[in-house]
């Protein structure tokens, strides 16, 4: 399990080193749906609404729908998977059994249908392509000489 906070890059980054990406998500955040939120929204493979309680509940409901509505316009990212979207209590402790058996049942079915294994291949040749370019940098960075010329090469 790997936890981010935030929005930008970290969280495509996770993305690329997971089986399953789940977008935990504040009640209210309809802006959320235009602009900086879509990225995420796009990749995740579960959309949880929590602080679904006291003065919230009704708010966490509304975005659950707006949630599942904004799903509608986008391609499914896993074949034979539908992005399920609800709302849990962290502080009541409801939906939290529901967020385990979702992440159960996206696992048995990317490996029911071979996805697990590809995702996996993929992710590998990912990181295998950032190692070379980090070696790369780091050779670059290392080199005094080559950064001399270089800085040259931009002055002209």
């Given at each position: 399990?790997?936890?981010?906070?935030?929005?930008?890059?970290?969280?495509?980054?996770?993305?690329?080193?997971?089986?399953?990406?789940?977008?935990?998500?504040?009640?209210?955040?309809?802006?959320?749906?235009?602009?900086?939120?879509?990225?995420?929204?796009?990749?995740?493979?579960?959309?949880?609404v929590n602080k679904a309680d006291g003065n919230l509940e009704a708010t966490s409901r509304s975005t659950v729908l707006d949630?599942?509505?904004?799903?509608?316009?986008?391609?499914?990212?896993?074949?034979?998977?539908?992005?399920?979207?609800?709302?849990?209590?962290?502080?009541?402790?409801?939906?939290?059994?529901?967020?385990?058996?979702?992440?159960?049942?996206?696992?048995?079915?990317?490996?029911?249908?071979?996805?697990?294994?590809?995702?996996?291949?993929?992710?590998?040749?990912?990181?295998?392509?950032?190692?070379?370019?980090?070696?790369?940098?780091?050779?670059?960075?290392?080199?005094?000489?080559?950064?001399?010329?270089?800085?040259?090469?931009?002055k002209e």
């Amino acid at each position: 399990m790997i936890e981010t906070v935030g929005v930008g890059q970290a969280e495509t980054e996770v993305f690329e080193m997971t089986d399953v990406f789940l977008v935990l998500l504040s009640p209210g955040g309809g802006d959320e749906l235009q602009g900086i939120k879509r990225g995420i929204i796009e990749l995740a493979d579960i959309l949880v609404v929590n602080k679904a309680d006291g003065n919230l509940e009704a708010t966490s409901r509304s975005t659950v729908l707006d949630y599942k509505n904004a799903l509608k316009l986008l391609k499914p990212r896993i074949q034979g998977w539908s992005v399920p979207v609800f709302p849990c209590s962290a502080l009541e402790k409801n939906g939290i059994d529901q967020i385990w058996d979702k992440v159960n049942n996206l696992k048995d079915h990317l490996v029911k249908t071979g996805q697990l294994e590809k995702n996996r291949l993929e992710q590998r040749k990912i990181w295998l392509k950032n190692k070379k370019k980090n070696l790369i940098l780091s050779a670059i960075e290392s080199d005094e000489e080559l950064l001399d010329k270089l800085g040259e090469k931009i002055k002209e």
